[in-house]
C-alpha cells in the first residue's frame, strides 16, 4: 500500500486505495469522494436479547454520514478564502515547497504552478479547504468541491506536495 504525505508537514494526505486522474499538467490530482455511512452496523445474530434477559446495555448506535476520504485521513476543514488570501497561500506555498524538489521538478513546478492556481481560482466560490491532522499552518492545502450534478465531493491535490510512502 502506498500512502501520499504532505511534504511539508508529513502528515498523511491519501493512498493508493483513492486512485487519482493528473490535470493541469500534472500539478493537480482529482480523486473521487464518496458520502459513506459510519457508526453503527445492525447485526442479526439470531439471538432474542429479551428473551435471554439481556436489555439495552447504552449501546450508541447512531450512525453519521462522512466523507471517506475526510474521515480517513482526519481532514480538518479550514474557513474559506476569497481571492487574495488564496493568492497570498500560494505564494507562500511555492516558496516552502520549492526548495523541497529536486531541480527537475522545480522548473515543471515553476513552469506549471500558474496554470494550476488560475484552475484553482476560476473554482475559487464552490472550493472548501482542508489540511491534515496537525493543522499546521504551512501545509499543503487539500481542496473538495461538487462537479455539476454531483452528490459526491471531488478532491484536489497538490501532487508536487505529496511524498510517497510504502507501507
Not at 449501546?59 to 462522512?66: P, R
Not at 479550514?78 to 516552502?96: A, G
Amino acid at each position: 500500500m502506498l500512502v501520499y504525505q504532505d511534504l511539508l508537514t508529513g502528515d498523511e494526505l491519501l493512498s493508493d486505495s483513492f486512485p487519482y486522474k493528473e490535470i493541469e499538467n500534472g500539478m493537480l490530482w482529482e480523486v473521487d469522494g464518496k458520502w459513506v455511512v459510519k457508526g453503527a452496523v445492525d447485526v442479526d445474530i439470531g439471538a432474542n436479547p429479551s428473551a435471554e434477559g439481556e436489555g439495552d446495555e447504552g449501546v450508541d448506535d447512531t450512525a453519521v454520514k462522512v466523507v471517506d476520504i475526510v474521515d480517513t485521513f482526519r481532514l480538518q476543514e479550514q474557513p474559506s478564502f476569497d481571492k487574495k488570501q488564496f493568492v497570498t497561500f500560494i505564494k507562500r506555498y511555492i516558496k516552502l515547497l520549492t526548495p523541497k524538489l529536486d531541480e527537475e521538478k522545480q522548473a515543471l513546478f515553476k513552469k506549471h504552478i500558474e496554470g494550476a492556481t488560475k484552475f484553482l481560482l476560476s473554482k475559487l466560490k464552490d472550493l472548501q479547504f482542508f489540511v491534515g491532522e496537525s493543522m499546521h499552518d504551512d501545509g499543503s492545502l487539500v481542496f473538495a468541491y461538487y462537479k455539476d450534478g454531483a452528490t459526491d465531493p471531488t478532491f484536489l491535490y497538490f501532487s508536487y506536495g505529496l511524498k510517497e510512502i510504502k507501507c
